[in-house]
C-alpha cells in the first residue's frame, strides 16, 4: 500500500542553481504563471533580499546560503523557535551573524537563509550544522554554501523565482533587524524622488554608508544609511549647505 506521507528530500548544492541559466528559466517560469510580472509580494521580496546582500557586500562580510529540513519526528511549528535555539548555540561558538529567512512548507517545513557572519568566524562546517539542528528539530538533512560575491541580483531572483511562489509552499520572509532597522521606511522615502534603475543605483550607494540629501518646499531631508536607518527632516539651510545626490 502506498504511503501517504510526504519524502523528505535532500537539497542540491547551489552551485546547480545559481547559474545564469537556471535563474532565467525559473524568472520565465515564475513570469508565465503571474501574466508576465511579478506580484507585488514577489517584487517587495525582491527588494529585501537585494537590500540585506548589496548591504553585507558593503561590509565585506562572508556570507552563505543554508537550508535547514524538517522530518516526520519534528515539531514544525517551532521551527522558528529551534533556528533561534541553533542562533544561540553558534553564538556560544563565536559564531555571530545576522540572517534573511524564507519559510516554506515544502517537505514537512523548510527554512531557506542567508547567513551574514559579523564576527571573525565566518563559516560553519555542515557536519556540526547537520549533528546539531538533528539535536534540536530532529531532522539532520541541512545545507550550507558560501555566498559568491557580485551574484546579488542572480541569487535574489532565483529566492523570489523559487520559493516566492503559489507552488514553492512559500509562508513567510523575516530577517534580523539589529543593522537595518528602519530601511523599509528609508525605501519608501527614496521612491517618491527615484524609479528603475536609478533607484537600486542611489539605494546601492546609500547601503554602502552615504548619506543622501532632498531639498524642496522649503525643506530639507536627510536619510542616514544603516545601521538605524532614518529621514530627518530640516528647515531650509543657507544653500553652500546642501548637497545632492
Request: hydrophobic share 35%; net charge positive; aromatic share 18%.
Amino acid at each position: 500500500m502506498a504511503s501517504s506521507q510526504k519524502r523528505e528530500t535532500r537539497p542540491t548544492s547551489l552551485d546547480s542553481y545559481v547559474s545564469n541559466s537556471s535563474v532565467k528559466k525559473w524568472f520565465r517560469r515564475s513570469s508565465r504563471s503571474r501574466g508576465g510580472s511579478w506580484s507585488r509580494q514577489q517584487k517587495r521580496t525582491y527588494q529585501r533580499i537585494l537590500t540585506f546582500l548589496y548591504y553585507n557586500e558593503s561590509k565585506s562580510r562572508r556570507m552563505a546560503f543554508v537550508t535547514l529540513t524538517s522530518s516526520p519526528k519534528s515539531d514544525v511549528q517551532s521551527i522558528m523557535k529551534h533556528f533561534q535555539s541553533l542562533r544561540k548555540r553558534l553564538s556560544r561558538r563565536g559564531v555571530e551573524f545576522e540572517y534573511f529567512n524564507v519559510k516554506t512548507s515544502e517537505g514537512y517545513g523548510v527554512l531557506h537563509l542567508l547567513f551574514a557572519f559579523t564576527g571573525r568566524k565566518g563559516y560553519v562546517s555542515q557536519k556540526w550544522l547537520s549533528r546539531t539542528w538533528q539535536e534540536i528539530h530532529k531532522a539532520k538533512i541541512v545545507f550550507i554554501e558560501k555566498y559568491r560575491y557580485k551574484t546579488a541580483k542572480r541569487l535574489s531572483r532565483y529566492f523570489v523565482g523559487q520559493y516566492v511562489s503559489g507552488q514553492s509552499g512559500f509562508e513567510r520572509y523575516s530577517w534580523s533587524r539589529k543593522e537595518l532597522s528602519g530601511f523599509v521606511r528609508c525605501w519608501h522615502f527614496l521612491k517618491r524622488w527615484y524609479s528603475g534603475r536609478e533607484l537600486y543605483r542611489v539605494w546601492h550607494r546609500f547601503l554602502a554608508g552615504q548619506i543622501l540629501y532632498f531639498h524642496a518646499f522649503m525643506v530639507i531631508w536627510c536619510v542616514k544609511p544603516p545601521p538605524n536607518c532614518r529621514v530627518f527632516e530640516f528647515k531650509e539651510t543657507p544653500l553652500d549647505a546642501w548637497i545632492y545626490t
